[in-house]
T-cell receptor
């Protein structure tokens, strides 16, 4: 089976840096994805990791450690528009290459 | 141009009714999905379909059935709607099975069963 865990809620201040953690247990790991979902909207793709290490894309970076079953999403220079839910999703080889989503972390950015 | 579209955006109906939600993607993708997002915002896969293989999440009641008239469409039929079916349903598509290929989500259909 699969199990993915994330903190439910986080709060940070505009301009700050925030790290959102994700831990997972899956039998056929084949990649980890981060999505952003604003209230009332669809999830949109942010980043992808399949090998250990850090992937940087502008203000957003994502890290993966496969041996620890751990990933984090790092958001720098926070802006008010970054207030959203952040979903960690694992692609599972033994689940038909389908995605299993974590519960999501709701981030509130305060002025 | 909308990549993945769903209709209707909102659906309010009575318990026991049968309803359908339509999904179309113009990306030329091979695989399409249906997800359910409940009030706690948990996004769970219901079906994945790539015109060769249908994978069903075993927790999905058989009142739910996907219908794919062609590669660009995957509609969701729901029979005998129940109160617990109230949720947001997202359609998504993906180009292939390569590692880094992400999914593209439709705007969602907000279903309320009364």
């Amino acid at each position: 089976g699969q199990n993915i865990d994330q903190p439910t809620e986080m709060t940070a201040t505009e301009g700050a840096i925030v790290q959102i953690n994700c831990t997972y247990q899956t039998s056929g790991f084949n990649g980890l994805f981060w999505y952003q979902q604003h209230a009332g909207e669809a999830p949109t793709f942010l980043s992808y990791n399949v090998l250990d290490g850090l992937e940087e894309k502008g203000r957003f970076s994502s890290f993966l450690s496969r041996s620890k079953g751990y990933s984090y999403l790092l958001l720098k220079e926070l802006q008010m528009k970054d207030s959203a839910s952040y979903l960690c999703a694992v692609r599972d080889f033994f689940y038909g290459q389908n995605f299993v989503f974590g519960p999501g972390t709701r981030l509130s950015v305060l002025p | 141009d909308t990549a993945v579209s769903q209709t209707p955006k909102y659906l309010v109906t009575q318990m026991g009714n049968d309803k359908s939600i339509k999904c179309e993607q113009n990306l030329g993708h091979d695989t399409m999905y249906w997800y359910k997002q409940d009030s706690k915002k948990f996004l769970k896969i219901m079906f994945s379909y790539n015109n060769k293989e249908l994978i069903i999440n075993e927790t999905v009641p058989n009142r739910f059935s996907p219908k794919s008239p062609d590669k660009a469409h995957l509609n969701l039929h729901i029979n005998s709607l129940e109160l617990g079916d109230s949720a947001v349903y997202f359609c998504a598509s993906r180009r292939g099975q390569s590692e880094g290929e992400t999914q593209y989500f439709g705007p969602g259909t907000r279903l309320l069963v009364l």
